[in-house]
Nanobody, 119 residues
């Protein structure tokens, strides 16, 4: 079991920046990867960025060069630094943790944090 709590969302003008945080608790040692996904109203939930337990990162093409995912293992926290924000980035951003457990794979989600970018 893993619990994820996101924070840092808000309202920002286009071109501005925000940093999202996701604090994980529970079976931290079972996490294989964490990431950020986003979902706008009426749209599917899409990958934004991921980071594996080994530190490898992956980004959606739409955010490459603008967003940076990082983690602090000591704090069991992942971050998403979002720069040069665009109105198209407006969405609910969800923190994700993928776990390998004794009974198989599991995917956990945070409650989401709203990011709104005004034009």
């Amino acid at each position: 079991q893993v619990q994820l709590v996101e924070s840092g969302g808000g309202l920002v003008q286009a071109g501005g920046s925000l940093r999202l945080s996701c604090a994980a608790s529970g079976s931290i040692s079972d996490i294989t990867a964490m990431g950020w996904y986003r979902q706008a109203p009426g749209k599917q939930r899409d990958l934004v960025a991921t980071v594996t337990s080994a530190g490898s990162t992956n980004y959606a093409d739409s955010v490459k060069g603008r967003f940076t995912i990082s983690k602090d293992n000591a704090k069991n926290t992942v971050y998403l630094q979002m720069n040069s924000l665009k109105p198209e980035d407006t969405a609910v951003y969800y923190c994700n943790a993928d776990l390998r457990t004794v009974v198989g794979l599991a995917r956990y989600w945070g409650q989401g944090t709203q990011v709104t970018v005004s034009s």
